[in-house]
């Protein structure tokens, strides 16, 4: 099984795409740049929410749900956003179909062509600050801490599993503040909570900082990312939150009266994650074997195969170790399956990310021990039974920060300091990663140098210190230093 | 508050309307037909997709992902199918949009229209057995028992928030079987699933039965359906489950090599609800004071409220309280906001529908009591508090049971047998409910008996008993009663 994918030094594209369908993540469907999602790609994503929707409502925010259709009047309110969305919108102009006069087949009836078309939400701001005006009066309304979790479509004309589809799922906050201090905050403090759940749960590192005006999100203030970096020497951005003043509140005229009794306008924040993340949580840890998952977002943590195959006795031991780890709070599958053999069994589970296996054979039980195999690593060694369970618990963890750290270390040595052109031009061709380089605050360099190299800048870190230098490529003076990579 | 809610009496939809909007459940949005589920709504629904989520795994159900269009082509497939969505699709037919060359706004892109039509889904069979096609090849995969949360798209002319929209959110399982004998089964047992939750969470009585050939979804061999009734004497389908025989598998040739190397049609079942539960959780228990919740499906199950306003002495047991309730299991909010007074909010938490409220002020301290308030009910007692967490815990039970009861014995007085055309007619009108009556079995009087009285046959009870009897319209022999009502 394990044969049948591309090595990531074949063909890096090729193994992400081959560890997606036999890990049975995810697959093209019939419709042009729209996935399924399959079962077992669904349950990690689930693992995602889950985890997600925890953090958000722990940080006071709630989940409500608004329409899938955006009215196309709504979308030109903002002049920027309009410019960032409207060539990659899915427009609905008719509300029925019919069969045609001349019998051959179902057509669109003409006659139910809609007044004003509607456009497939590429994200919802427009049609939240609509109906925030009829929500928002006085400062006693706010803040209005709102998240929801939807699909949302955008008409992309290259797309890859679960990286960049036409349709995806996301969740998207649409916060209203009083200050814009407050806003500012609520936008920092979810860029925080997207690092926190890509460091400790999807064991991913990723840079905290903030998009340039040419990254920047069409019709935001100030975008904050997280951005990681997958295994080819690749920037993913994983998850942005945006500070969008008061642009949205001024195109739908959301005012609100202050404690003095003031009219003002609402400051706002949008911030949202999406099955992208899928793509960066496969790229970060998997190996020529397959999908390697972090323990805290595997949906079985722990299969246990009797060896060769299932028999009384066994089972027994199996069953009964699957309550206690379960006691635990750990998930586990016990694999009773008769028609497969352990070899088999092994292998899919590898391809599948399994984060620890425990065999079961014969000779285990008469010497009261079990063998268990991490899949990080590959090591197995044997175990008695009466300790298993604390043993697995620990490994549990003990993978969890591997992984993170293997992360932390791969990234360590894809990142590249320097003050040359050749050198920055070198470093790219040969070995990516993240560029720490100097850069003289210009859209006409960053986007001469994208020309140039395909390389742009990722964000400018939160934690930038000052440091006066030369731009990498224009020679004008810098202030401090931004980080480049090619990116998906 | 209260005040502002219209009485059933004086004009229920009216009602209706008033809850929804004063309890903050959702409201309509500025796309005709959509409604916007506000955050308490969500909650309630998020309770809702919680417990059913449970049960579906329990029964050995996974989640997935299809996507949200659907070739137009694909609806096609299936004659009946068609028949029953065409007319109320909306039809996405451009991908981008543009500047007008005039200057005058945003257009759609004449240059980016699509090949083909693509369907926003009003119901996913057409899409999923197009991908099942592939998924299937011989009886080891199956069964294939699949479940996806999403949103869908009906274009109704007439909407009511919840329980007629033109979007709306549901569940839609899918599943695929070896045998028509399983599949049958699988579709009974999903029947039996969601009037489980019906009775046991939602306190919502439901007649489990079958459709006629009328009321049958479109495509299905049998339609399964659980019947709710409403305080109003109408009917509300709450949930449908059907066997849909080979019909999806011939469409998109989906079969399997049986044991014996015999290529087969697979055998499907498709279920689902929706959104609408929320109409009918509202409509069986609430007064006119305001929502009513079971406590199984109540976001907050327990307030308390410091009278006439929060003081530190209150607050340490209000706190505390909250932590004990807590351990118990109780979801509480304590309520300390200082520029609201008591009264305000006593009407806030009944409009909200909060099944228990707690009220404590100095007195109470000096007597170590609380004042515990049930919503169902009206009745309050003083409660000594070492003994406060085991009578809400028993509270929050009989709560439940009460509501239950109670629209159980609403629906005893509702329910009328009948051989007699006028009586049949005069019931209609004067007191609704659930008619027993006799019926040939043709289409014909079944439409005939609509058109008279805008009555539907809700089911054939799957108790139905063998009962000569004669037609209560057309007086042709019948060999059982079903249950006639006006419905949703």
Redesign the interface.
Known sequence: MAKEITSREENYSQWYVDIVKKAGLAEH???RG??????Y???I??KIQGQLDKMFKATGH???????????????KEAEH?EGF??????????????SEDGS??V?DPDARLEE????RPTSET?IW??YRDWISSY?DLPLL?NQW??V?R?EMRTRLFLRTA?F?WQEGHTAHATEAEAVAEAELMQSVYADFAENYMAMPVLKGTKTENERFAGAIETYAIEALMQDGKALQAGTSHFLGQNFAKAFDVKYLNENNQEEYVWATSWGVSTRLMGGLIMTHSDDDGLVLPPALAPIQVVIVPIPKPSEAISIVADRLKESLEAAGITVKVDNDM?KRPGFKFAEYEMKGIPVRIGIGQRDLEKNQVEVARRDTKEKVNIPLETVVEYVENLLQDIQQNLHQRALDFRAQHWSVTDDWDEFQAILKEKGGFISAHWDGTKETELKIKELTKATIRCIPNDQKDEEGKCIYSGNPSAGRVVFALAY
């Open positions: 469907s019939a419709v729209c996935m399924v999602i399959k079962p790609g669904f349950s994503w689930e709630v989940n409500a749900y608004f329409p899938l259709f955006i009215p196309k009047s709504f979308l030109s309009v409207a060539k990659e919108c899915a427009v609905v102009t008719h509300y029925r179909l019919k069969q087949g179902l669109v078309e509607l456009i497939i049609i609509n109906t006693r709102i939807a699909n479509v008409w349709e799922l028609k």
